[in-house]
C-alpha cells in the first residue's frame, strides 16, 4: 500500500466525524466518535508509516522489508478501542436502565467551580465572611467586599 492523499484526508474525515459526535451529550453518540477517530487515527498512523513491504523474515532484502512497529501498535490501537467501546456501552446500557435515556447530565460541582471561576474567588479581594453576614452555599460561602482593595494592584479604585 503506498501513501496516497486519498487514505489520509480519508482519515483526517474520520477523525473529524469522531470528535463532532464526542462534543455530544448521547453516550451512543460519544462511543460512535471514539470508534470512528480512533479508526482514522490508526488509519493516519499506517498511511504515515510509509509503503507495505514484504514480510520482516530473515533473508529477505532489508529494503524491502515493512516495517512491523506500527502495524503492533495499531493493532494494539484496536484492542484498547474495543476494550473502551465495550466500557462505554456498558455505561449507555446502564444508564438506560436507570434513568431510560443516556444523556449525560451536568454535574453540580462542575457547574459550582464554573461560578467561582467566574466570581474570580481566588483573588484578594474576596475574603471569608465574619458571621454576621449571609454565606453564599453554592461558591462555597466567600462574599464580595467592597471596601476590599486586591493586594498588589496599585492602579485600583481609590478608597470611598
Do not use: C, K, W
Amino acid at each position: 500500500m503506498t501513501p496516497s492523499l486519498v487514505l489520509a484526508v480519508a482519515g483526517g474525515v474520520l477523525i473529524a466525524a469522531g470528535v463532532y459526535l464526542l462534543l455530544e451529550r448521547s453516550l451512543m453518540r460519544i462511543l460512535a466518535g471514539v470508534m470512528l477517530a480512533g479508526n482514522g487515527i490508526n488509519l493516519l498512523f499506517l498511511v504515515a508509516s510509509g509503503p507495505a513491504g514484504l514480510a520482516p523474515i530473515v533473508g529477505e532484502p532489508e529494503a524491502q522489508i515493512a516495517d512491523p512497529l506500527p502495524q503492533a501498535l495499531v493493532l494494539t490501537a484496536i484492542v484498547i478501542s474495543l476494550a473502551t467501546g465495550a466500557l462505554l456501552l456498558a455505561m449507555s446500557y446502564r444508564s438506560f436502565q436507570l434513568q431510560g435515556h443516556d444523556e449525560v447530565a451536568d454535574d453540580v460541582e462542575d457547574t459550582i467551580v464554573r461560578r467561582r471561576a467566574q466570581a474570580d474567588l481566588s483573588s484578594e479581594a474576596y475574603v471569608e465572611p465574619d458571621s454576621s453576614t449571609a454565606t453564599d452555599t453554592e461558591s462555597g460561602g466567600r462574599l464580595v467586599r467592597d471596601d476590599v482593595v486586591p493586594a498588589g494592584n496599585d492602579a485600583a479604585e481609590p478608597e470611598r
